[in-house]
């Protein structure tokens, strides 16, 4: 008979805040997740190697090369699932910066990420990541070095913790191809877009596949802007004029079609890497959006426009603040608020003989 001491003995046991048994050699991977409007974000906090280089992008290239099996425990089956996005926090070069960052998904490494810099805004002041601002103060300056350049999140906070949406300010985000006409197999020639806001996307209606962005099934859409992702990357190089690690193309953003201002919300839904789905409206894509618009004059400096995901109907506001230059490009800079929120932590551990230890992902 199950005695209540059992019970008893059964509680104490449980709430011990220890591992279970595993490979003493190996380090548990500590982590706090977040999510900023549906996107997740899995912040490693311990049990990751030192990352070595002298530059955040030599850090992001040694991260590739020796360590992503790190990546694949974390984003992939069973501890993570396709569209699990991460980061790592490494030391940075740069004098200004509080904290360097390294972008996970399910391919490999990101340039950018706006919804993880919304999510980290709030983690680095709530874990005493940046000093706490003066008493009364309403906002505190975080600034993070991403493998693109240096951002700076502006965190709303009471009593030193931080409360309500997050904003940022971008690398300088500009149009790199507009109106540029691509042979998309299955689906013929199209016109599309690419611009740049940390990360290079394409940019198409939904509406030219037939699809409704925000009533269409999931597949669909990534089906389609997958085909129009290689279509891009097969007739098109993508240079970044400061530096060869950002050219590459990111993913495609399809969109609702309302590019011109309005105070009513645009839609759009991001599939990037390996098909995988951003829930948010994802931060550097409505940057380079914005960019794209700035650019055909379809939007003003300082006006502000609601962007929708499509996926979830999570929201980020967005405006073009200032003009700037990137190489020879007309860029500006972006700012991009949001409301990130923690979900909880977790430690994650490996079994030696575990033949699944460094991940998997169903196709």
């Known amino acids: 008979m199950w005695s209540r001491s059992r019970t008893q003995a059964m509680e104490r046991a449980l709430a011990l805040p220890r591992l279970p048994p595993h490979d003493p050699g190996t380090p548990a991977l500590s982590v706090v997740d977040m999510h900023t409007g ?41 501890r993570g699932h396709r569209d699990m996005y991460g980061v790592v926090l490494v030391p940075s070069e740069l004098p200004d910066a509080h904290l360097g960052v390294l972008f996970l998904h399910n391919e490999g490494y990101s340039s950018m990420c706006g919804h993880a810099v919304l999510a980290l805004g709030r983690f680095a ?29 502006f965190v709303e ?11 940022f300010h971008s690398v300088p985000a500009f149009a790199l191809a507009t109106d540029l006409l691509v042979d998309v197999p299955g689906h013929g020639k199209m016109v599309v877009d690419i611009a740049y806001g940390g990360a290079f996307y394409a940019f198409v209606s939904a509406e030219k596949f037939a699809l409704d962005v925000c009533s269409a099934k999931t597949r669909d859409l990534v089906d389609a802007a997958s085909a129009v992702t290689e279509a891009v990357k097969a007739q098109f190089k993508i240079n970044h004029p400061e530096s060869e690690d950002l050219s590459f193309l990111y993913g495609t953003i399809l969109t609702d079609g309302k590019d011109t201002y309005s105070e009513e919300p645009t839609a759009n839904i991001c599939v990037f890497a390996d098909e995988q789905v951003d829930r948010s409206p994802t931060g550097s894509g409505v940057t380079a959006r914005i960019a794209l618009q700035y650019h055909k004059g379809l939007l003003e400096l300082n006006q502000t426009r609601t962007f ?56």
Not at 130 to 140: N, S, T
Not at 308 to 320: D, R, Y
Not at 329 to 356: C, M, N, R
């Open 308 to 363: 929708k995901s499509s996926a979830t109907g999570s929201v980020f506001m967005g405006k073009a603040v200032r003009e700037a230059k990137c190489g020879d490009f007309k860029a500006v800079i972006v700012e991009v608020s949001g409301q990130a929120h923690y979900t909880g932590t977790a430690s994650f551990i490996v079994e030696d003989d575990d033949p699944l230890k460094d991940g998997f992902l169903l196709k």
């Open 125 to 153: 002041l709530d874990f005493g990541l940046v000093l706490a601002p003066p008493a009364g103060a309403r906002e505190a300056r975080v600034n993070i070095h991403c493998p693109c350049g240096l951002v700076a999140a």
């Open 157 to 167: 906070c009471e009593g030193g913790r931080s409360r309500g949406p997050v904003r």
């Open 38 to 78: 549906g996107e997740p974000l899995r912040i490693v906090v311990a049990g990751c190697p030192e990352v070595v280089g002298p530059t955040l992008l030599a850090k992001r290239r040694y991260m590739r090369q020796h360590l992503d099996h790190l990546r694949r425990r974390l984003m992939f089956e069973p």
